[in-house]
């Protein structure tokens, strides 16, 4: 029997396991190892993430992940889709032209690239990442597909950490997160 949603959810959310003082002191780390490693925890969450783009977004061209946690879920998506995946990477991985943006983490400094031609002007796009914490990675990584011309339809995480109001960083572009803590 087909699971419904508040069944797909609350088995996900068995998956995802807190650590305290990672990867500093302070930090409760979320975990998503036990998830990625269960066949239904994984297809669970793609389910879920599949249902809500064919329902809000119907016209999206591509979805976009964030490195590194956000090329867990984006392929996956995107598969689902019929849409391809475009890689926003931390500096210095991608060759050829990029564009980038820098930002700064919960716990330390980045900067986001991409290939510049990895999107064309117009090109409708939808972010993902497995977390938003304090909103700087989803908004730098916004900031760099809109400096490619993208038109950034809103972005999709498993959890958000809803002290670190990340969502709220993220102005009038949409977040949907799975779970929030
Ligand atoms: O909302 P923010 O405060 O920006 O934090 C969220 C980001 O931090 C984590 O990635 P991290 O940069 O630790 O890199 P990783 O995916 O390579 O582990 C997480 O996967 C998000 O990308
Ligand atoms: N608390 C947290 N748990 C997992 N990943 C994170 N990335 C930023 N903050 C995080």
Do not use: W
């Not at 389910?47 to 590194?68: C, N, R, S, W």
């Not at 977390?131 to 993208?150: R, V």
């Not at 972005?155 to 949907?176: D, H």
Request: with cysteine; net charge neutral.
């Amino acid at each position: 029997m087909q699971e419904s949603r508040e069944e797909k959810l609350n088995y996900i959310m068995g998956k995802i396991r807190p650590f305290n003082d990672f990867p500093s002191k302070g930090v409760l780390f979320r975990d998503i190892c036990p998830l990625m490693k269960d066949h239904k925890a994984l297809c669970a969450t793609i389910d879920l993430f599949e249902e809500y783009v064919k329902q809000t977004y119907p016209m999206v061209d591509f979805i976009v992940g964030l490195d590194a946690r956000g090329f867990l879920f984006g392929p996956l998506l995107a598969q689902r889709l019929g849409v391809g995946f475009v890689l926003v990477r931390k500096k210095g991985k991608l060759p050829g032209p990029t564009e980038s943006v820098s930002y700064t983490l919960e716990y330390g400094q980045a900067e986001v690239e991409v290939q510049a031609d990895a999107v064309e002007k117009g090109q409708r796009v939808l972010l993902i990442d497995d977390l938003i914490a304090t909103g700087g990675s989803l908004h730098a990584a916004c900031e760099l597909m809109k400096k490619c011309g993208a038109e950034v339809l809103g972005c999709l995480v498993l959890i958000e950490l809803k002290g670190l109001k990340g969502v709220e960083r993220q102005g009038s572009t949409p977040v949907f997160s799975l779970f929030q803590y």
